[in-house]
């Protein structure tokens, strides 16, 4: 959209890297424009395409309900009023430094410590990215990211500090590990254009992928950082939200135990409350470096995201009960796995299968074998099948960068077991309508090898038949059922 | 100080843009390492350098425990937690734009309207001003700027976009108003040095000036403006804090009721609740153009600095409950006037002026004569004086790109009123001591006239003598008598 004025603003804010205006956000129009509802709208579009916790949220409002002293609009706790409201302090409050430390470690199964000190606020992990960004590289310079990557990291990291992002191709043949070989490539790939390479970036638990980074591809990362003298930024936003084996290892455990030989200075990690709990409102990000001197600057840079000083004080309360923290991540695992379970599970009944994953609150779903071609046209057709007419708002594997067509990202810990397992019911509906057809296909197909004399109707052709485009109508039972 | 493992950072982040290596930051190194308290520390460094609003605060505590369904955490309202702590739009909560777009029109007396559509948050108005220069100018483009400003502008409009600020020289002789012809002036000095003028930022009602913008400056800027098509942003944030005639003028009314036919996508507000409430640590910074553009790109970027849901919810709540909000506002100035009329009459009883104010929480206080020269030196000298002995941290003028030597800034709002006696306490000895030690330097430079047979002693001339530096020493009286 063009808005009247925009000549009067500066090329970055007037430009398209935000990546809002990429086709794929009609996902997000089309859940805006018809969003699902349990009671009011069960044809409504259901919104897979974010990464949202709702699982145990009730576990966390239980606890608010049981210490109002963490509050400071309560009676209990609003002694405390004037001092947090006044606190401004880019350092944040001391307790919640404290509190996020010891929560970091204890996330990470106390196979890691975490030191006060180095914890640095931010706006969410987006403001954490961006700060990183602006800290570690200048405009021009590049950062290595393993594909698939989280489509916003365009907006985060590069959009106003001016750096680029070059893609580490991975593959499916090995579950798209991240090998040597392929860093390597695109580290020389880059400098044989002449682009200076400040970093690696990478997150873990992967997101789209749902999978961890194993400790020796962890190793192998520092190791090359420490050798050509670039950054390893490790996003481990979901570092709570690993449910399965195998069990979760985080860069703090690979330096002090496998490691201890690299340089810390290039070593950074980002966290957020946002996905392990939950309060993506709160706008929770961290920062925590090795580096003195980047910590020294993106506390400086803070001053341009700090967490409220009212949330602080709550979450300072909430992160150092260990006993309920301890209980939390437990039972988020488990109603994690659950969802995991049944979704997973269900989609197997019609044939589909994801990559095997054991953290994050989504599936990498393999849709290869329901494309037109091996393209990303046809996968983006694919998509917009699924959006406008199974109403699932699920995010193409291209958005994140992924060079083989059929791969999506679908959301699942942002719904109630009745809203996935309608969303699985429509899944069902359409694989099966998708099959019949082809059968259906097929057959005319091999009706028409017997009338060989007849005029080609190349727009007949069963390729175009089997085309995700041509299954449904708005007409089609399916979408009526659900309306 | 030079951390190990700079060299691996960006030239921004090893740079020193921030301002923060300053020699102005000492005077808070030495409030930190000796802060003054009323009952502990008696002898410490009195903070005056923060222009923080303590004196309501009171208010906003009894508001919230007498509405315990404004939090998400209390029985009555945490029924919203899971709504509000999943929420994550960029356009904030409705009722929050809404409430603070009502609440910016009650500021100004109803006199100007505000759409909740316009309203845009960001991390304070930290945030809000380093927004507005990624929107408006590209690296290398300037906004010209009254002098005396607020000396964060330097790193939150430059230091990450890369934006310059160029001064417009005001003047004590009219009392630093902002006339046409600074303004021109300034404007064709950037242009014959190639500069791109992108903009005029003011600050209305003025950080350090305690001083208002008239309405005929303010029409003359938005025509400015529109005829040389630069932007006009208007810093807003003590807009509530106007405690006495003349009557304050927003560039809201101005462009609404004065200049209608001034380009309205020019045009733009930065306002908070930082100062007219004193909730610095709540981090609220608002942005409200005129220009639809630059609304849609800085909620984009609202997404690095948004604020905390819970406090949205909780701002909601406080800032629709137009009874109370129009008692606190009376209320507020009551108090800011009882406290800027003890400070100014106690700085008249040994003859100090202030400049003329009438908003803010701070007085602009002319120490001119007390400078052993009329230069910028002489300035930091009496400064450090004033901080290291006096034990006030007050801000120099230069800190402000004050062209005049001798002008400080003394906030007064951030402490209670036995604070401040101690503080009026201390700069009244100092004021009689500097003058006792100038009479009598006069006296012996008098006598020495007599003497003139003796050897010329350069270094016990009447100038040094009457230098701030040699005016106490650490075991003056005056020192003691506060420890």
């Not at 893609?167 to 991240?178: A, G, Q, T, V, Y």
């Not at 996968?379 to 193409?396: A, C, D, G």
Request: glycine residues 8%; hydrophobic residues 40%; charged residues 20%.
């Amino acid at each position: 959209m063009a808005y009247q004025g925009i000549d009067l603003l500066s090329t970055k804010a007037a430009g398209d890297d935000h990546g809002e205006n990429s086709s794929y956000f009609d996902g997000w129009k089309a859940y805006d424009t018809n969003p699902f509802d349990l009671r009011h709208n069960r044809g409504g579009v259901i919104q897979m395409g974010l990464a949202e916790n709702q699982l145990s949220l009730d576990l966390i409002e239980e606890w608010s309900k049981n210490h109002p002293e963490a509050s400071i609009c309560t009676p209990e706790g609003v002694s405390q009023f004037k001092r947090i409201a006044n606190f401004q302090d880019y350092h944040g409050l001391p307790e919640f430094r404290k509190a996020m430390a010891q929560f970091m470690g204890q996330v990470r199964g106390g196979k890691a410590t975490f030191d006060p000190d180095r914890v640095v606020m931010s706006g969410g992990a987006t403001g954490a990215q961006e700060t990183l960004a602006f800290c570690l590289a200048n405009p021009g310079e590049a950062f290595l990211v393993p594909t698939p990557y989280y489509p916003a990291f365009d907006r985060d990291c590069c959009w106003r500090s001016g750096i680029k992002l070059l893609p580490i191709e991975c593959h499916s043949f090995n579950d798209f590990r991240l090998t040597k070989e392929a860093l390597v490539s695109a580290y020389d790939g880059a400098r044989r254009q002449g682009i200076s390479v400040k970093g690696i970036l990478i997150t873990n638990p992967s997101n789209p992928l749902g999978t961890i980074t194993d400790r020796d591809t962890l190793a192998m990362l520092a190791t090359f950082a420490t050798e050509h003298r670039v950054h390893l930024v490790c996003d481990e936003i979901y570092a709570g939200s690993v449910f399965a084996t195998p069990e979760y290892v985080s860069i703090a455990e690979v330096i002090e135990r496998d490691v201890p030989w690299c340089n810390r200075d290039l070593i950074h990690v980002v966290y957020s409350l946002s996905k392990d709990f939950g309060l993506p409102g709160f706008r929770v990000g961290i920062i925590y470096s090795y580096n003195d001197a980047v910590v020294a600057a993106a506390r400086r840079m803070s001053s341009f995201g700090l967490v409220s000083s009212q949330t602080q004080y709550f979450l300072a309360r909430m992160l150092s009960d260990e006993e309920f923290i301890g209980r939390f991540l437990q039972e988020s695992k488990c109603r994690l796995v659950a969802r995991h379970e049944r979704f997973t599970s269900g989609l197997r009944e019609v044939g589909i299968g994801c990559l095997r994953g054991n953290a994050g609150l989504f599936s990498w779903m393999d849709l290869r074998r329901m494309l037109r071609e091996k393209t990303a046209e046809a996968e983006l057709e694919l998509w917009r099948v699924i959006v406008h007419q199974v109403k699932l708002n699920v995010s193409p594997g291209t958005s994140f960068h992924c060079r083989e067509p059929g791969w999506f990202r679908v959301c699942h810990a942002n719904m109630d077991d009745e809203t996935m397992e309608v969303a699985l019911g429509r899944i069902h509906d359409f694989v099966r309508q998708h099959q019949q057809r082809r059968v259906k296909a097929e057959r005319w197909a091999a009706n028409r090898q017997l009338r060989l004399s007849l005029p080609h109707h190349h727009h007949l052709s069963p390729a175009h038949l089997s085309s995700p485009l041509a299954l449904l109508s708005p007409q089609s039972p399916m979408v009526r059922a659900t309306s």
